[in-house]
C-alpha cells in the first residue's frame, strides 16, 4: 500500500526555486515524525527536514536559511520550499514516516533507520 507520494521535483538552475509535496496517506499522517530526505546515488540518505508533532520543524545545516519545511494537516501533504538552489542539491528527494513514535524528530539525520514509511522519490537536478 503507498502511504506518501512526493511530486514536484525537476530541472532547475542554480538560484531557482522549487516546491517539492508530499501527500500522506490517513492512515499514518501525523501518527509519528514526518521528515524530508535526500540520497545522491552512491552515498546514504541524508536526513534535511523534520517536524515533530507540536509542528516544530528542524533543517540541516546543509539546507538551513535556503530549505522550509511545512505540512498543511487539512490535506494531509508535507512541503519542503527549496530556494537558492545550488548544483550540490541535485539528488532524488524522499519523504518519510514513523509509525506511532514521536522520538527524535528533529533528528532525522540520525533516524534513518526508524523510518518506516517512504515515498517514491523525486528528482531534483540544479545546472549551474
Known amino acids: 500500500q503507498v502511504h506518501l507520494v512526493e511530486s514536484g521535483g525537476g530541472s532547475v538552475q542554480a538560484g531557482g526555486s522549487l516546491r517539492l509535496s508530499c501527500v500522506v496517506s490517513?492512515?499514518?499522517?501525523?501518527?509519528?515524525?514526518m521528515a524530508w530526505f535526500r540520497q545522491v546515488p552512491g552515498n546514504e540518505r541524508e536526513g534535511i527536514a523534520g517536524i515533530d508533532e507540536d509542528g516544530r520543524t528542524s533543517h540541516a545545516a546543509s539546507v538551513k536559511g535556503r530549505f522550509t519545511m511545512s505540512r498543511d494537516n487539512a490535506e494531509k501533504t508535507l512541503y519542503l520550499q527549496m530556494n537558492s538552489l545550488k548544483p550540490e542539491d541535485t539528488a532524488m528527494y524522499y519523504c518519510a514516516a514513523k509509525r506511532d513514535s514521536w522520538v527524535a524528530c528533529l533528528s532525522p539525520d540520525d533516524e534513518l533507520y526508524e523510518y518506516d514509511y517512504w515515498g517514491q522519490g523525486t528528482q531534483v537536478t540544479v545546472s549551474s
Open positions: 490517513e492512515y499514518i499522517y501525523n501518527r509519528g515524525c
